[in-house]
């Protein structure tokens, strides 16, 4: 089975513009979740989605970001205007709730630059 | 609050060498997930462990082992006989127990150790 799938897995852009970052979740998993990796301050949960709807954003940092999941296979996380500090590792995550419990499969993680 | 503490930045040892990584959790919860993730140099993720507070058994899975001690808070991470391959960054994470319908259970990821074997 394939696993998450992430698109770009590199994107370099100039300070200002938007960007796009794209999450196919492993088919039949009801949970994705998005994340942010920096040196400073390690794996942060951004927001997560059950059954495409977001049930927490407070990780998100400010209006600058936004994600959608319209459907069952695919979400994007938009930064727009994109800032020198938003440069990180995007993560995205997908689980299934089986009882009590579940794993958190991650994607192989975008890498963002913005100069 | 809940938190995980990996005091290890960095670990290196020679290749066959036994390397125990350690994890302290913090959290008002009696029921609690803990878990190992392992980030190899590609950058992706991947899930080792999950075990539950209620289960105390040491765990082997090869050359990997963990031991949770509820009474000090940790679960330890040991690699026995280490090969180049096991180097990467290895992150202890946490989850609280009780959710309400619908949420997940968030993980409170630690601020990983650095393996480096060296041949």
């Known amino acids: 089975d394939a696993g998450v799938i992430q698109s770009p897995r590199h994107e370099v852009t100039e300070m200002g513009q938007e960007v796009t970052l794209r999450c196919k979740p492993i088919s039949g998993h009801d949970y994705l979740f998005w994340y942010r990796q920096t040196m400073m301050r390690g794996l942060e949960l951004l927001i997560y989605?059950?059954?495409?709807?977001?049930?927490?954003d407070s990780g998100m940092p400010e209006d600058r970001f936004s994600a959608k999941m319209p459907n069952a296979s695919f979400s994007t996380l938009k930064i727009q205007p994109s800032e020198p500090r938003d440069s990180a590792v995007y993560f995205c995550?997908?689980?299934?709730?089986?009882?009590?419990?579940?794993?958190?499969?991650f994607g192989p993680g975008t890498r963002l630059t913005v100069t | 609050a809940q938190k995980v503490t990996q005091a290890q930045t960095e670990i290196s040892v020679v290749e066959k060498e036994d390397v125990t990584l350690d994890c302290v959790y913090e959290t008002r919860d009696t029921t609690y997930y803990l878990f190992w993730y392992k980030q190899p140099p590609s950058g992706e993720l991947v899930f080792l462990i999950r075990?539950?507070?209620?289960?105390?058994q040491n765990e082997i899975s090869g050359r990997y082992s963990w031991n949770f001690q509820k009474s000090t808070s940790s679960f330890n991470f040991t690699i026995t006989a280490s090969q180049v391959v096991d180097s990467a960054v290895y992150f202890c994470a946490l989850s609280e127990g009780r959710i309400s319908s619908g949420s997940a259970r968030q993980l409170t990821f630690g601020s990983g150790t650095q393996l480096t074997v060296l041949p």
């Open positions: 989605f059950n059954n495409n709807v977001p049930i927490d």
């Open positions: 995550a997908s689980s299934l709730r089986r009882g009590g419990w579940y794993e958190q499969y």
């Open positions: 075990r539950n507070s209620f289960d105390e």
